[in-house]
């Protein structure tokens, strides 16, 4: 079926440090959704991207979708404390969200 | 924004016995309903999809005898955990689809804790 795959599992930054985390499939992909979830809490949408290469921003956050519409990234610029959680991509298909593994930040003040 | 709830948040119970989770789309209708399990740190795993009147589809390797899933309404689906184990304490998340909006987004209720001593 299909799967996503996300590295990395962690990332600690400093504060105002950037980071990023991508997204891969061997299959190519009608959607890319992203998410986050903070500790203890639920996954909050963030974004959905549809086109070949799209290129979506939230002020300091910049979402991507690849060419062949197999991989994502999402890039933080200079991150805060308040960008503490875990980030997930997942594709929808048929209306099924299957999710990447995740990647957990922590942002050191 | 949409909301969904969740009932109980947190919940500790016997092993052997029988739990019921509920979630709620409160400002929605929900046709379709997710159910996910969440063990620590680690991702989200779909468990089965609800339709509202008709049968829940499950994943590959989830007991729907053990997961019963029952989506009476547009707003209401429950999750009933039956003769519950240690091995079934996890975070038991639900998404809902509404109808409008961005195609494909979910909106997931906070969760609900459930441990089985």
């Known amino acids: 079926g299909q799967q996503v795959m996300q590295i990395p599992q962690y990332q600690h930054v400093q504060e105002g440090e950037d980071f990023t985390t991508y997204c891969n499939s061997s299959t190519t992909l009608s959607n890319i959704q992203w998410y986050k979830q903070r500790p203890g809490g639920h996954p909050v949408f963030l974004i959905q991207l549809v086109k070949s290469g799209e290129v979506k921003k939230q002020k300091r956050l910049t979402f991507q979708f690849g060419e062949a519409k197999k991989n994502s990234s999402l890039h933080i610029t200079a991150t805060q404390t308040t960008d503490v959680g875990t980030y997930f991509c997942g594709s929808s298909n048929t209306g099924k969200l299957i999710f990447g593994q995740g990647t957990t930040l922590q942002v050191k003040p | 924004g949409a909301v969904v709830s969740q009932h109980p948040s947190r919940v500790i119970c016997k092993s052997g016995t029988s739990v019921k989770i509920e979630c709620r789309s409160l400002?929605?209708?929900?046709?379709?309903m997710f159910w996910y399990r969440q063990f620590p740190k680690q991702s989200l795993m779909l468990m089965a999809t609800?339709?509202?009147?008709?049968?829940?589809?499950?994943e590959q390797g989830v007991e729907k005898d053990k997961f019963l899933i029952n989506h009476a309404s547009l707003t209401l689906s429950t999750l009933t955990v039956t003769s519950a184990h240690p091995e079934d304490s996890s975070f038991y998340i639900c998404s809902a689809q509404g109808l409008g909006g961005i195609v494909n987004e979910q909106f997931f209720g906070p969760g609900t804790r459930l441990t089985v001593l």
């Open positions: 400002d929605f209708q929900a046709t379709t």
């Open positions: 609800s339709n509202e009147g008709s049968k829940a589809t499950y």
